[in-house]
Every structure is written in structure tokens, then in C-alpha cells.
């Protein structure tokens, strides 16, 4: 899980401002955020995979080759509170395939997706949060 450096600080200190409209804009910003991180984890298991005889195993360090669509399928994207997004993937063996194990090296493909989308993320939850200041000072 990738989290936020002081998220719960920063979610508090929102909570204290925020009215339930950007509360709301937010929400569905943070929504589509994890949607974003979400496709791109799910895009580096597709990318040049072969299923099947002809399928090959990834390499450490590289994001995990799609075989039978069971990690792909399982990666999703949850609200759990109006301003907390979840993007997991719920695979038997994803954490094994994120971090590695004692019989394999990692293939990591969440922490690398949530790395490469972080600037387009912050500036859509920023947007959010611009979009409701510039609404509540008119």
C-alpha cells in the first residue's frame, strides 16, 4: 500500500474548511485518482503479455506478465469514506508479486503505478479543491 505522508493531518484540516459541496468534488476527484493509479498498475500486467503455452514469466523487478487475468481482474478501486480512496488488488498472491517472497523476487506493479501517476493525481484532486475556493469566493 502506498499512502500519503500525513494524509490524516491533511484530511482533518480539510474536513475544518470544507464545505460538503467541495467535500463532494473532492471525493469524485480522489475517486477518479485511484482510478487512474488503479488502469495503470492493471495496463503494466497487460503490456506485452502472452497467455497460455507461449506465456513468459516476468523478470524481477518488472511488473508481473498477465497469464490467466486473475491479478488484472482483482485490481480495484474502493471509496472507503467520502474523502479515502483504496486502490488494491485483492489476488491470492499479489502481495508476493508486489514485495516479493522467500522463493521469488518482486514484480512490483501498484507502488510503481502510484509513483508514475503522482503528478497527474495531485493536480486532479488539486483542480478539485481550486474548482470549490474559486466557487466559494464569488
Do not use: C
Request: a positive charge.
Amino acid at each position: 500500500m502506498v499512502d500519503v505522508k500525513g494524509h490524516r493531518r491533511l484530511v482533518s484540516r480539510f474536513k475544518k474548511m470544507a464545505s460538503p459541496a467541495m467535500e463532494k468534488r473532492v471525493g469524485k476527484a480522489l475517486f477518479a485518482a485511484g482510478e487512474i493509479v488503479e488502469d495503470r498498475a492493471k495496463g503494466s500486467i497487460m503490456a506485452g503479455s502472452v497467455s497460455g503455452k507461449r506465456h513468459v514469466p516476468s523478470r524481477p523487478g518488472e511488473p508481473p506478465s498477465n497469464d490467466t487475468a486473475v491479478l488484472h481482474n482483482n485490481i480495484e478501486t474502493v471509496q472507503k469514506e467520502p474523502l479515502l480512496v483504496e486502490v488494491s488488488s485483492n489476488a491470492p498472491y499479489s502481495a508476493a508479486l508486489e514485495f516479493g517472497s522467500s522463493k521469488m523476487e518482486a514484480r512490483p506493479f501498484m507502488g510503481p503505478a502510484a509513483r508514475e501517476t503522482k503528478g497527474e493525481v495531485v493536480a486532479l484532486i488539486n483542480e478539485a479543491i481550486q474548482h470549490e475556493l474559486r466557487k466559494a469566493a464569488r
